[in-house]
């Protein structure tokens, strides 16, 4: 509620602007707050949400501002067409862009961008029958200032409308997801690689449009406008606005144009001032102003309600066997994990794995999942070899997992953790989800509805709103296993489900367990220790030794076994 | 006399309190155990004490001396050893780095031959370790990841060690070898405080417990009172609570 009165009252200030002065200069300020603001609205998708950074986006918003000026003088078409082929030509650029520099990530990735700024600059520079050279181009015809005012005032307000609208879906969640945690995220069926290049591309638009209007604004652009220190001013001004948050560029902007506005006579200790502002915010202000101001107050949405198809997409064909291993092996640096492994799942199965500490259990989940390349061996799914394939490709063909320490996407709620699970990769279009089209919208709410309704099934109802990352331990693998469940995979591996749960909790999950299998749900491979649980829901078990299988058979069997009882379960009373 | 109180403490995360009102005592020697569901506050306790979490408001004193609100290198130093939940391994130095990481904490008994001699005692516990030495932490797997937190704290040669969930992601056999060894540390004179999942396990072991709900203190007693309470067997020790834990 609040945060809605504080949008009306900055529109409004936004809008009685030119009526109270008509001193041109402060339009100008105002008019380059709104061009940062959509540049690090867009910054705010791929550093905010997805977690990259980049300090090349100057080379994007001069690619923005150099086709649009291109277009009017060259082409002679109208202000209009000119910023819609900015925005195409950058947005193009930018995925380019993004498909190769994303194969690294984190710190690598902003060393790359930074090559990409410069170059930018340089071919700005050096190619002078185009660009203008050092001098840039002039006589770029221009609306008039107020009529522009208003051009970017609205773009503004688009831009941080369209982010919200983004978060606020299934792609806002893939992106954070990938940001908190990659592994699980392609354990759900996301491609990571992809997610980020949307977000790159999607920035890379923002940045095109902020520099298409900023070439209007003055009606001549030059190189000076696009150097390494203008990316660092966008990253700056996004970081003390608020990382993620929706009102963050909007902070920033207005913070990091003023201020050295106001001190104009300080020009020449520009960067002293950028760089212990940085320092400043980080060390006080972690979630930039914005954050700080919200840190208090938590909205909590109503939940919605819907109903709701029932659990799994059953078994595939037929019954018999659904998995089939055979000949598995795996070593770390000469260091044999798994030797030889054989293993047959049979549909609706609960089918466990045991073994000593460092018996290879893990590992083995590992190389079903995508995770560790397969050495030796085969590996046939549903009827199919999963050899080769990455995560997210063999979740994307129904198989899903849960992890040894649990892998919450931290930054999302509860329910949103699951949510990424529901939708899997089938996030539908970012352009429905950036303009949140009616059609986006009723997928959203479904999405919502089903992860409540997991979430219910769970026992974790209550919690739905709260932040993951608050969550206990042993909530955390429920959490997870809720999330993996909400992929409707044909088969769900469960890595140690029961660690931290008490014995209360591991009954409920035994009844859960029985209860998916009672109802048609995905087979399972439950990698365990508790054996009162492992004994009560299993159909066969498989006893790993040292890389090797060294029983195979219905838990009775195993309970007798002599070899299982001497490496495993010792003398039982 | 108390090795380690904590008295109407009220501790969390930011704005968020988990715990409200918490009054432990632990005597020296004694294995205390604390039990509760999850999200109980139990890991906030051992967070707090240890210095990691700052107290809101109550009091932790230790040898007669306040360490509320200490950082945690300095609680460390004075004798008091977490074991974390999530292990809190160094994954890229090798198992005797990590091992020899945990002495630093160590208030006497720094010189080699006595090191040394703690190193040995510490992989006489978890064979696995042994031949795994010189490999990173990382390439353990979970369980023996786990071996090696309990190893590396056991290395601070501590007073009292506070111990989150030892038991997580360990073999049957290997549960009851770290109970055992639980059981050794009080002969040698070590306190502890033990949070557990395998509450039938650790209150056979303990001599007093606590049960915490929602962040309170909602029983406290010798073990054996609190093993045999019929809301404790409901709720904590499940219906085979009778029969023999393993």
């Given at each position: 509620m609040t945060g809605r009165l504080g949008w009306a009252a900055l529109a409004t200030a936004a809008a009685v602007?030119?009526?109270?002065?008509?001193?041109?200069?402060?339009?100008?300020?105002?008019?380059?707050?709104?061009?940062?603001?959509?540049?690090?609205?867009?910054?705010?998708?791929?550093?905010?949400?997805?977690?990259?950074?980049?300090?090349?986006?100057?080379?994007?918003?001069?690619?923005?501002?150099?086709?649009?000026?291109?277009?009017v003088t060259r082409a002679g078409t109208s202000e209009w067409i000119a910023i819609a082929v900015a925005v195409v030509i950058t947005s193009m650029v930018g995925a380019a862009v993004a498909a190769a520099a994303l194969r690294v990530?984190?710190?690598?990735?902003?060393?790359?961008?930074?090559?990409?700024?410069?170059?930018?600059?340089?071919?700005?520079?050096?190619?002078?029958?185009?660009?203008?050279?050092?001098?840039?181009?002039?006589?770029?015809?221009?609306?008039?200032?107020?009529?522009?005012?208003?051009?970017?005032?609205?773009?503004?307000?688009?831009?941080?409308?369209?982010?919200?609208?983004?978060?606020?879906?299934?792609?806002?969640?893939?992106?954070?997801?990938?940001?908190?945690?990659?592994?699980?995220?392609e354990s759900l069926g996301l491609s990571a690689y992809y997610v980020?290049?949307?977000?790159?591309?999607?920035?890379?638009?923002?940045?095109?449009a902020a520099g298409a209007l900023f070439t209007f604004l003055n009606g001549y652009i030059s190189p000076d406008s696009f150097t390494l220190q203008t990316s660092i001013l966008f990253l700056l001004a996004l970081l003390f606005g608020g990382l993620g948050r929706i009102a963050g560029p909007v902070a920033g902007s207005v913070a990091l144009t003023?201020?050295?506005?106001?001190?104009?006579?300080?020009?020449?200790?520009?960067?002293?001032?950028?760089?212990?502002?940085?320092?400043?915010?980080?060390?006080?202000?972690?979630?930039?102003?914005?954050?700080?101001v919200s840190r208090a107050r938590r909205s909590r949405p109503a939940p919605l309600e819907l109903s709701l198809s029932p659990l799994g997409r059953g078994q595939g064909e037929g019954a018999g066997t659904l998995l089939v291993a055979n000949g598995v092996n795996l070593s770390?640096?000469?260091?044999?994990?798994?030797?030889?492994?054989?293993?047959?799942?049979?549909?609706?199965?609960?089918?466990?794995?045991?073994?000593?500490?460092?018996?290879?259990?893990?590992?083995l989940l590992n190389v079903l999942s995508g995770f560790y390349a397969l050495q030796a061996g085969t590996i046939m799914v549903d009827g199919r070899s999963i050899d080769g394939l990455s995560p997210y490709a063999i979740a994307r063909h129904?198989?899903?997992?849960?992890?040894?320490?649990?892998?919450?996407?931290?930054?999302?709620?509860?329910?949103?953790?699951?949510?990424?699970?529901?939708?899997?990769?089938?996030?539908?279009?970012?352009?429905?989800?950036?303009?949140?089209?009616?059609?986006?919208?009723?997928?959203?709410?479904?999405?919502?509805?089903?992860?409540?309704?997991?979430?219910?099934?769970?026992?974790?109802?209550?919690?739905?709103?709260?932040?993951?990352?608050?969550?206990?331990?042993?909530?955390?693998?429920?959490?997870?296993?809720?999330?993996?469940?909400?992929?409707?995979?044909?088969?769900?591996?469960?890595?140690?489900?029961?660690?931290?749960?008490?014995?209360?909790?591991?009954?409920?999950?035994?009844?859960?367990?029985?209860?998916?299998?009672?109802?048609?749900?995905?087979?399972?491979?439950?990698?365990?220790?508790h054996m009162d649980l492992v004994m009560a829901v299993s159909d066969r078990i498989t006893v790993l030794d040292y890389g090797r299988v060294i029983a195979e058979g219905a838990p009775e069997e195993i309970r007798q076994n002599p070899a299982v009882i001497e490496a495993y379960l010792g003398a039982t009373t | 006399m108390s090795a380690l109180t904590v008295s109407s403490l009220r501790a969390g995360y930011g704005a968020v309190a988990v715990l409200h009102d918490v009054t432990i005592e632990v005597r020296p020697g004694e294995i205390v155990s604390v039990i509760g569901g999850n999200g109980a506050g139990k890991t906030t306790l051992l967070k707090t004490i240890a210095g990691v979490l700052r107290p809101v408001t109550g009091r932790i004193t230790f040898d007669g001396r306040d360490i509320g609100g200490r950082s945690s290198w300095w609680v460390a130093r004075h004798g008091i050893a977490l074991v974390p939940e999530g292990r809190g391994i160094f994954g890229d130095q090798s198992v005797h780095d990590n091992l020899m990481l945990g002495a630093l904490a160590r208030g006497s008994g720094r010189d080699a031959p006595a090191v040394r001699a703690d190193l040995d005692s510490a992989l006489a516990l978890f064979p696995a370790l042994v031949e795994k030495l010189h490999l990173p932490a990382a390439a353990l797997s979970g369980g023996q990841q786990q071996m090696l937190?309990?190893?590396?704290?056991?290395?601070?040669?501590?007073?009292?060690?506070?111990?989150?969930?030892?038991?997580?992601?360990?073999?049957?056999?290997?549960?009851?070898?770290?109970?055992?060894?639980?059981?050794?540390?009080?002969?040698?004179?070590v306190t502890i405080l033990l949070v557990e999942q395998m509450a039938a396990q650790a209150l056979a072991l303990a001599d007093r417990a606590y049960v915490l709900e929602r962040g309170r203190i909602a029983l406290e007693g010798a073990a054996a009172t609190v093993r045999s309470d019929p809301a404790v067997i409901e709720a904590y020790l499940g219906r085979r609570a009778g029969a023999d834990p393993s």
């Open positions: 602007i030119p009526f109270f002065t008509s001193n041109t200069y402060y339009l100008y300020v105002v008019i380059s707050v709104g061009l940062l603001t959509i540049v690090t609205a867009g910054l705010n998708v791929l550093v905010g949400f997805t977690g990259q950074t980049s300090l090349g986006h100057a080379g994007l918003y001069a690619f923005g501002a150099y086709t649009a000026a291109l277009c990530s984190g710190p690598y990735l902003a060393m790359v961008t930074i090559a990409f700024g410069l170059i930018v600059e340089g071919v700005v520079i050096e190619w002078g029958s185009v660009t203008g050279g050092p001098g840039g181009i002039f006589n770029i015809p221009k609306p008039g200032l107020r009529t522009h005012y208003w051009t970017v005032m609205l773009a503004a307000a688009l831009a941080l409308w369209l982010t919200a609208n983004l978060r606020r879906s299934a792609w806002g969640r893939a992106c954070l997801a990938v940001k908190s945690s990659e592994v699980a995220a980020r290049i949307a977000a790159f591309t999607v920035s890379a638009a923002f940045a095109g003023i201020l050295p506005e106001l001190l104009t006579r300080l020009l020449d200790y520009r960067l002293i001032l950028y760089g212990s502002l940085l320092l400043l915010s980080i060390y006080w202000l972690p979630d930039g102003v914005v954050g700080a770390f640096g000469g260091v044999a994990a798994l030797a030889g492994v054989a293993l047959t799942v049979n549909r609706h199965h609960i089918h466990a794995v045991i073994g000593p500490n460092g018996a290879g259990k893990t590992s129904g198989i899903a997992r849960t992890f040894q320490t649990a892998q919450v996407f931290g930054g999302l709620s509860v329910r949103d953790n699951v949510a990424v699970g529901v939708a899997g990769p089938r996030l539908g279009s970012p352009l429905s989800a950036l303009f949140a089209t009616p059609g986006g919208r009723a997928r959203d709410a479904f999405i919502q509805s089903r992860a409540l309704d997991l979430l219910e099934a769970f026992g974790l109802g209550e919690l739905a709103h709260e932040p993951a990352e608050s969550l206990a331990a042993g909530l955390r693998r429920k959490l997870e296993i809720a999330r993996a469940l909400a992929t409707e995979p044909l088969l769900l591996m469960l890595d140690e489900p029961a660690a931290g749960l008490s014995p209360a909790e591991i009954a409920a999950l035994d009844a859960q367990l029985t209860g998916l299998r009672d109802q048609g749900g995905p087979t399972v491979i439950l990698v365990e220790h | 937190a309990v190893a590396r704290g056991l290395m601070a040669r501590p007073r009292v060690m506070l111990l989150d969930e030892p038991s997580l992601g360990l073999a049957p056999l290997l549960v009851r070898e770290i109970f055992a060894a639980i059981g050794r540390l009080r002969e040698q004179g």
